[in-house]
């Protein structure tokens, strides 16, 4: 069995930072949306930029986790409790998206060598809070309180989430003593 090689998490890190705020935002742009009711059209646009927000989002956090898995994998083998492709695939599956995301997270973080700091709980918190609050919304008595406090989570989740990237991204890269980013003016003269 070939040994695993580290690959480089920053790319679809730093990419997966801006889906996460872009894709948060439109939530909350749809939440208050409700609350003045707009036209169809608005909120028909609304749906499809947050659509397409999060569909981008999912195929770069698989990517990230995919690549993050992988470098857990090469600084501490044998720690992952999940295989890599169902570290990927657990976020797609439904009601196992409400508890193995976390897991997965944790044992990439602690494979890292990060400490637990409560992020990953405060994230998957907010996470699971924002999805029973943005359903709470459907019910009239609750509307507009709901929807308030779903934007306020669903903004403290998507700061949570860039900050876990962030953390193990770093972390990763230092424990890997992986090479700079070529700056890019020095990408483009190695392409010509």
């Given at each position: 069995?070939?040994?695993?090689?580290?690959v480089?998490?920053r790319?679809?890190?730093?990419?997966l930072?801006v889906l996460?705020?872009?894709?948060n935002v439109c939530?909350?742009l749809?939440?208050t949306?409700?609350l003045?009711?707009?036209s169809p059209?608005?909120?028909g646009?609304?749906?499809?930029l947050?659509?397409?927000a999060m569909?981008?989002?999912?195929?770069?956090?698989?990517?990230?986790?995919?690549?993050?898995?992988?470098?857990a994998?090469v600084?501490?083998?044998?720690?992952?409790r999940?295989?890599?492709?169902?570290?990927?695939?657990?976020w797609f599956i439904?009601l196992?998206?409400l508890?193995l995301p976390?897991r997965?997270t944790?044992?990439?973080?602690?494979?890292?060598?990060?400490p637990?700091?409560?992020?990953?709980?405060?994230?998957w918190?907010?996470?699971?809070?924002?999805?029973?609050?943005?359903?709470?919304?459907?019910v009239?008595s609750?509307h507009?309180?709901?929807?308030?406090?779903a934007?306020?989570?669903?903004?403290v989740?998507?700061?949570?989430?860039?900050?876990?990237?962030g953390?193990?991204?770093s972390?990763?890269?230092?424990?890997?003593?992986?090479?700079?980013?070529p700056?890019?003016?020095?990408?483009a003269?190695?392409r010509a």
């Amino acid at each position: 069995m070939a040994s695993i090689q580290p690959v480089d998490p920053r790319e679809p890190a730093t990419n997966l930072k801006v889906l996460t705020g872009l894709t948060n935002v439109c939530l909350v742009l749809i939440y208050t949306a409700f609350l003045y009711s707009p036209s169809p059209a608005v909120l028909g646009l609304l749906f499809l930029l947050t659509l397409g927000a999060m569909a981008a989002s999912f195929i770069v956090r698989s990517v990230w986790i995919r690549r993050c898995w992988t470098n857990a994998e090469v600084l501490a083998p044998g720690s992952q409790r999940s295989s890599r492709s169902w570290a990927v695939g657990v976020w797609f599956i439904p009601l196992v998206q409400l508890w193995l995301p976390r897991r997965v997270t944790l044992d990439i973080r602690r494979a890292s060598g990060l400490p637990d700091n409560g992020t990953v709980n405060l994230w998957w918190g907010v996470s699971v809070a924002t999805f029973v609050i943005g359903t709470a919304a459907g019910v009239r008595s609750l509307h507009q309180v709901a929807i308030l406090v779903a934007c306020a989570l669903a903004l403290v989740k998507a700061v949570a989430f860039i900050r876990i990237i962030g953390q193990v991204t770093s972390h990763q890269v230092e424990a890997l003593n992986l090479p700079p980013i070529p700056e890019l003016g020095e990408r483009a003269s190695r392409r010509a």
